[in-house]
C-alpha cells in the first residue's frame, strides 16, 4: 500500500510542481486569441469549456490503453510503478503539453505539420505518411476488437457490428466536433474515471482486510517470460506513460482551448489522470492475483486484457463492475476509434490545405480512410499490429525532439524535452532490434546499439547547438511565438 500511495502522491504532486513549471517555462499567453476563437467554424475549431475539453482529451488519448496496456506492464511487478509515474511526470504529461501548445501557437496544425516546421520538410513528408497509416491501424482494430467482442455477448453477426461501428465512425468523423465527441465524450471520460476510483476503493478496502494485500515496491523483473525491463516495460507501457498517439489528438482539442491558460489544465492535467488511471489498474491487477505468474496465467485462460478487466471489475464491483467493464472494453476502444479517423482526416486536410468547412471536402476525405478500414478488416491483423507498439512510441520520441527544437528556437529550457527524447531514441532503436518482430538479436548488443544511437542524436544536437545552427535555421512560421 505505501508504495501505491507514494506513487499516486507523486503524480498528483507532479501535476501542480513540474506541471506549473513547464507550463511557466514554456510560456502561454493568456491574451492571444486561440485557433477556436480566432478561426471558429463550428466544424473543428469549436470554443468549449476547459472541463469538457479536458475530458474529451482524456477520453481521446486513454482509450483502453492505461487498461490493457497497465496489466501487461503489470507481469513486470511493481518496477512498472515507476515508469507510470515518473514516465507521466517527465515526458508523457510534456509530450501531450507541448503538443497541444504548440498546435495551438500555428492554429491547431497537425502533428506532421508542426515536425515538417521545426525538423525540416523531409521529416514532415515521413510523419505525413507515418501519422495517418498509424491512425487509421488504431481505427482498424478498434473496429474489429469490439465488433468481435458485441458478436460474442449479443450472438449479432460480426459483419451487423462492423457495419454499425463503422456508420459511427463515419458519422464522429465528419460531424462537427461538438455535435458527437462534445456530447458524449465528457460522459464516457467521467464513467472511466468512476471505474478507477471505484477499483481503487475495492482495492483499498481487500488490503485491509487481508483479502488481497497490496504489493510493494522490489526492483526485481518479475516477468514470467523474463522479458528485459528495458526495453519491453517501456513500450508496453505507453498510453499510460507515454504515448505518441497522444501527439496525434493534442491537436484536435487545441482548435476547442478557448484560452491558453487553460494549457496546463487541459493537456498535462488529463495525462497525469491517464497515468493515476494506469496506476490503479496495474495495481489491483498485482492485487488481485497475487502475483505475476498468476496474473499471465488469467491473462491465457480468459483470452487477454478484455477478459482480466472483465474478471477484476466484476470480481470487485460485482453488476456494477459488469457495466463498467462492458464500457472498459467496448465503449472506450470505439471512443479512441473514431477520434483516430478524425484525426486522419485533419492530418490529410492539412498537409493539402483542403478548408473542412463544408461537409462534401470531408467526405472527401474520410471515406477512402473507411474504404481502407474496411478492406483491413478482413485481413489477418495480428502481425502487422506487432508493429504498432514500437511505431507508437517512435512517433512520441520524434515529437519530443520537434518540441526540443521549438523551445531552444523560442529560448526557452530545452531540457525538459531533451533528456526524454534522448531516453526514448534509446528504447526504440533497442526494442526494433531484439523484439520479435524486429531482429532479434541479443539484448546485450541491443541495447549497446541503442545506448550508442541516443549518444550519437544527442551529441549531435548539442554540437549544433554550441554553434547555433539550429537557431539560423528558423524557418519564417517558427519565429517569435513566444515573445508576442
Same mark, same amino acid.
Given at each position: 500500500?505505501?508504495?501505491?500511495?507514494?506513487?499516486?502522491?507523486?503524480?498528483? @504532486?507532479?501535476?501542480?510542481?513540474?506541471?506549473?513549471? %513547464?507550463?511557466?517555462?514554456?510560456?502561454?499567453?493568456?491574451?492571444?486569441?486561440?485557433?477556436?476563437?480566432?478561426?471558429?467554424?463550428?466544424?473543428?475549431?469549436?470554443?468549449?469549456?476547459?472541463?469538457?475539453?479536458?475530458?474529451?482529451?482524456?477520453?481521446?488519448? =486513454?482509450?483502453?490503453?492505461?487498461? #490493457?496496456?497497465? $496489466?501487461?506492464?503489470?507481469?513486470?511487478?511493481?518496477?512498472?510503478?515507476? +515508469?507510470?509515474?515518473?514516465?507521466?511526470? #517527465?515526458?508523457?504529461?510534456?509530450?501531450?503539453?507541448?503538443?497541444?501548445?504548440?498546435?495551438?501557437?500555428?492554429?491547431?496544425?497537425?502533428?506532421?505539420?508542426?515536425? @515538417?516546421?521545426?525538423?525540416?520538410?523531409?521529416?514532415?513528408?515521413?510523419?505525413?505518411?507515418? !501519422?495517418?497509416?498509424?491512425?487509421?491501424?488504431?481505427?482498424?482494430?478498434? %473496429?474489429?476488437?469490439?465488433? @468481435?467482442?458485441?458478436?460474442?455477448?449479443?450472438?449479432?453477426?460480426?459483419?451487423? +457490428?462492423?457495419?454499425?461501428?463503422?456508420?459511427?465512425?463515419?458519422?464522429?468523423?465528419?460531424?462537427?466536433?461538438?455535435?458527437?465527441?462534445?456530447?458524449?465524450?465528457?460522459?464516457?471520460?467521467?464513467?472511466?474515471?468512476?471505474?478507477?476510483?471505484?477499483? /481503487?476503493?475495492?482495492?483499498?478496502?481487500?488490503?485491509?482486510?487481508?483479502?488481497?494485500?497490496?504489493?510493494?515496491?522490489?526492483?526485481?523483473?518479475?516477468?514470467?517470460?523474463?522479458?528485459?525491463?528495458?526495453?519491453?516495460?517501456?513500450?508496453?507501457?505507453?498510453?499510460?506513460?507515454?504515448?505518441?498517439?497522444?501527439?496525434?489528438?493534442?491537436?484536435?482539442?487545441?482548435?476547442?482551448? !478557448?484560452?491558453?491558460?487553460?494549457?496546463?489544465?487541459?493537456?498535462?492535467?488529463?495525462?497525469?489522470?491517464?497515468?493515476?488511471?494506469?496506476?490503479?489498474?496495474?495495481?489491483? !491487477?498485482?492485487?488481485?492475483?497475487?502475483?505475476?505468474?498468476?496474473? *499471465?496465467?488469467?491473462?491465457?485462460? !480468459?483470452?487477454?486484457?478484455?477478459?482480466?478487466?472483465?474478471?477484476?471489475?466484476?470480481?470487485?464491483?460485482?453488476?456494477?463492475?459488469?457495466?463498467?467493464?462492458?464500457?472498459?472494453?467496448?465503449?472506450?476502444?470505439?471512443?479512441?476509434?473514431?477520434?483516430?479517423?478524425?484525426?486522419?482526416?485533419?492530418?490529410?486536410?492539412?498537409?493539402?490545405?483542403?478548408?473542412?468547412?463544408?461537409?462534401?471536402?470531408?467526405?472527401?476525405?474520410?471515406?477512402?480512410?473507411?474504404?481502407?478500414?474496411?478492406?483491413?478488416?478482413?485481413?489477418?491483423? *495480428?502481425? $502487422?499490429?506487432?508493429?504498432?507498439?514500437?511505431?507508437?512510441?517512435?512517433? =512520441?520520441?520524434? /515529437?519530443?525532439?520537434?518540441?526540443? %527544437?521549438?523551445?531552444?528556437?523560442?529560448?526557452?529550457?530545452?531540457?525538459?524535452?531533451?533528456?526524454? =527524447?534522448?531516453?526514448?531514441?534509446?528504447?526504440?532503436?533497442?526494442?526494433?532490434?531484439?523484439?520479435?518482430?524486429?531482429?532479434?538479436?541479443?539484448?546485450?548488443?541491443?541495447?549497446?546499439?541503442?545506448?550508442?544511437?541516443?549518444?550519437?542524436? #544527442?551529441?549531435?544536437?548539442?554540437?549544433?547547438?554550441?554553434?547555433?545552427?539550429?537557431?539560423?535555421?528558423?524557418?519564417?512560421?517558427?519565429?517569435?511565438?513566444? @515573445?508576442?
Amino acid at each position: 500500500m505505501v508504495t501505491f500511495l507514494v506513487c499516486l502522491s507523486i503524480l498528483i @504532486g507532479g501535476y501542480f510542481v513540474y506541471g506549473t513549471y %513547464v507550463d511557466r517555462m514554456v510560456g502561454v499567453n493568456p491574451d492571444k486569441e486561440t485557433p477556436a476563437v480566432k478561426l471558429q467554424d463550428d466544424v473543428d475549431y469549436v470554443p468549449m469549456p476547459w472541463w469538457k475539453v479536458f475530458l474529451i482529451q482524456f477520453l481521446n488519448i =486513454a482509450g483502453t490503453g492505461p487498461i #490493457f496496456g497497465a $496489466i501487461s506492464g503489470a507481469l513486470f511487478g511493481p518496477v512498472a510503478f515507476l +515508469w507510470i509515474t515518473f514516465g507521466t511526470i #517527465f515526458a508523457g504529461a510534456v509530450h501531450d503539453y507541448l503538443s497541444g501548445v504548440i498546435s495551438m501557437k500555428h492554429d491547431g496544425m497537425s502533428v506532421s505539420e508542426l515536425v @515538417g516546421i521545426y525538423l525540416g520538410d523531409h521529416m514532415k513528408m515521413i510523419m505525413r505518411v507515418f !501519422s495517418v497509416i498509424l491512425l487509421i491501424l488504431v481505427g482498424t482494430v478498434f %473496429v474489429s476488437s469490439p465488433a @468481435g467482442l458485441l458478436a460474442s455477448m449479443t450472438g449479432q453477426g460480426l459483419v451487423f +457490428w462492423t457495419v454499425i461501428i463503422i456508420l459511427y465512425y463515419i458519422l464522429a468523423t465528419i460531424l462537427p466536433v461538438d455535435k458527437i465527441v462534445g456530447k458524449i465524450y465528457p460522459l464516457f471520460g467521467a464513467a472511466l474515471l468512476l471505474m478507477a476510483i471505484g477499483l /481503487c476503493g475495492a482495492m483499498f478496502i481487500n488490503h485491509f482486510n487481508g483479502t488481497r494485500p497490496m504489493v510493494e515496491m522490489t526492483l526485481e523483473n518479475l516477468h514470467p517470460e523474463k522479458l528485459s525491463v528495458f526495453p519491453f516495460l517501456f513500450v508496453t507501457i505507453a498510453c499510460g506513460a507515454l504515448s505518441g498517439f497522444h501527439a496525434t489528438q493534442s491537436p484536435m482539442m487545441a482548435r476547442c482551448v !478557448s484560452n491558453e491558460r487553460e494549457s496546463k489544465k487541459v493537456f498535462y492535467g488529463a495525462m497525469v489522470v491517464e497515468g493515476i488511471v494506469a496506476l490503479v489498474w496495474c495495481a489491483v !491487477s498485482l492485487s488481485f492475483f497475487g502475483d505475476t505468474a498468476h496474473l *499471465n496465467q488469467a491473462l491465457v485462460e !480468459s483470452g487477454g486484457q478484455s477478459g482480466v478487466v472483465n474478471i477484476i471489475s466484476t470480481g470487485l464491483l460485482g453488476k456494477v463492475g459488469a457495466v463498467l467493464a462492458l464500457l472498459g472494453v467496448v465503449a472506450c476502444p470505439i471512443t479512441s476509434g473514431d477520434t483516430a479517423f478524425r484525426s486522419a482526416r485533419l492530418t490529410i486536410a492539412d498537409a493539402f490545405s483542403i478548408k473542412q468547412d463544408h461537409v462534401a471536402k470531408r467526405f472527401y476525405i474520410a471515406i477512402p480512410l473507411f474504404v481502407i478500414c474496411i478492406i483491413l478488416t478482413q485481413i489477418d491483423f *495480428n502481425i $502487422i499490429w506487432r508493429y504498432f507498439a514500437w511505431s507508437n512510441q517512435t512517433l =512520441a520520441t520524434i /515529437c519530443l525532439w520537434t518540441s526540443t %527544437v521549438y523551445l531552444l528556437k523560442n529560448k526557452r529550457n530545452y531540457w525538459i524535452t531533451l533528456i526524454p =527524447a534522448t531516453f526514448m531514441t534509446f528504447i526504440c532503436t533497442s526494442y526494433i532490434l531484439q523484439a520479435k518482430e524486429g531482429l532479434r538479436l541479443s539484448g546485450t548488443f541491443s541495447n549497446g546499439v541503442g545506448i550508442l544511437a541516443a549518444i550519437i542524436l #544527442f551529441s549531435w544536437f548539442m554540437r549544433r547547438v554550441m554553434k547555433g545552427k539550429l537557431e539560423q535555421e528558423v524557418p519564417c512560421q517558427a519565429k517569435n511565438l513566444l @515573445g508576442e
